[in-house]
Nanobody, 124 residues
Framework: QLQLVESGGGSVPAGGSLTLSCAPS????????MAWFRQPPGKEREGIASINIRAGVAGYAGSVKGRFTISQDNAKNTMYLQMNSLQPEDTAMYYC?????????????????WGQGTQVTVSS
């Protein structure tokens, strides 16, 4: 059973930065892709960044492209989300997730394992 634990959330002013971590992301033989999702209060969960952990190829939703960077440290079995130029609309609970899909997907239904989430709050 893969267990994911997020950390690094907090409160920052607009324009600030945060780095989220997802560990221990012990990769199983079936894990192919990891991703970050977020869910603002009262809204649906949104996929924002995904990475193929074997190829190291990443992709982003338009809402965060150019501001957020997903990365992985295989030696530490840890995935990161560097978030820059944060805005109040980035306020949400942030989750990491794992999937057996090789191809690009930000559909929550394609992800099997989920962390408990870490809160990010951006003040104006």
């Amino acid at each position: 059973q893969l267990q994911l634990v997020e950390s690094g959330g907090g409160s920052v002013p607009a324009g600030g930065s945060l780095t989220l971590s997802c560990a221990p992301s012990t990769y199983t033989s079936s894990t192919r892709r990891m991703a970050w999702f977020r869910q603002p209060p009262g809204k649906e969960r949104e996929g924002i960044a995904s990475i193929n952990i074997r190829a190291g190829v990443a992709g982003y939703a338009g809402s965060v492209k150019g501001r957020f960077t997903i990365s992985q440290d295989n030696a530490k079995n840890t995935m990161y989300l560097q978030m820059n130029s944060l805005q109040p609309e980035d306020t949400a609970m942030y989750y990491c997730a794992a999937s057996g899909f090789r191809g690009w997907t930000l559909d929550p239904a394609d992800y099997v394992y989920w962390g408990q989430g870490t809160q990010v709050t951006v003040s104006s």
